[in-house]
């Protein structure tokens, strides 16, 4: 089936650095989300993105927190700076349409903020 | 308020036997996804099922929209079906956000 990547899979970095998540999602799709799950925890959505703005974000979703898809490239969330509440694993997820459209997720990118 | 709500929490079954995994959900939904998270983390998409009745391999999907509730059967269970189902729901009207239950964690031994 369709696949969205991401990359890297694991990104450890020092507090107050700035992280930038990469996402490559299914090449026809519109539709572009965040999600967060910090370990043993729900899933939780962030953000989603279409035309080239923020259509909602969620409370998680704090100032320090960007998101672009500059010329169709990669989907990318920025962190910047970081804070330890950050560490989780952030997963990207792509659908065509909204209102019904089946989502598709990526492998999660594990982020570790020492 | 968990929007939400799977049930049980937690499965334990013999191999061989079939699960029946439970989400109800706190308002009315026009799209509903289960999932299959590996101890690892990573996510599998399962079903795509926003109403009626949808069938992969060994996993049966039943949404019934006016009652705001799904479930997921998987018959004959394998080892390797252990691990978490996450059921989601999109907001009706909403714009993609998909909002996951905590997960019914199954564990199938031999």
């Not at chain 2, 394998?78 to 564990?107: H, P, V, W």
Request: aromatic fraction near 12%.
């Amino acid at each position: 089936g369709p696949k969205v990547l991401q990359i890297p899979s694991h990104q450890i970095i020092d507090m107050g650095q700035m992280v930038t998540l990469n996402c490559d999602p299914v090449s026809n799709h519109l539709y572009f989300y965040w999600y967060k799950q910090i370990l043993g925890q729900q899933m939780e959505f962030l953000v989603n993105f279409y035309n080239g703005k923020v259509m909602e974000k969620s409370k998680l979703f704090k100032d320090q927190f960007s998101v672009e898809r500059p010329d169709g490239s990669y989907f990318t969330l920025k962190i910047q700076p970081t804070a330890l509440e950050d560490s989780a694993v952030y997963f990207c997820a792509s659908s065509y349409g909204t209102g019904g459209g089946e989502q598709y997720f990526g492998p999660g990118t594990r982020l570790t903020v020492l | 308020e968990q929007q939400v709500q799977q049930s049980p929490a937690s499965l334990v079954l013999q191999e061989a036997e079939n699960a029946e995994l439970q989400c109800s959900f706190s308002i009315f939904t026009n799209q509903v996804q289960w999932f299959y998270q590996r101890p690892g983390g990573r996510l599998v998409s399962l079903l795509y099922n926003p109403s009626g009745t949808k069938q992969s391999g060994r996993l049966t999907s039943t949404t019934v929209i006016k009652e705001r509730r799904s479930s997921l059967h998987i018959s004959s269970s394998q080892i390797t079906d252990s691990g978490t189902y996450l059921c989601a729901m999109e907001r009706d009207y909403n714009q993609g956000k998909l909002i996951f239950g905590q997960g019914t964690k199954l564990s199938i031994k031999p």
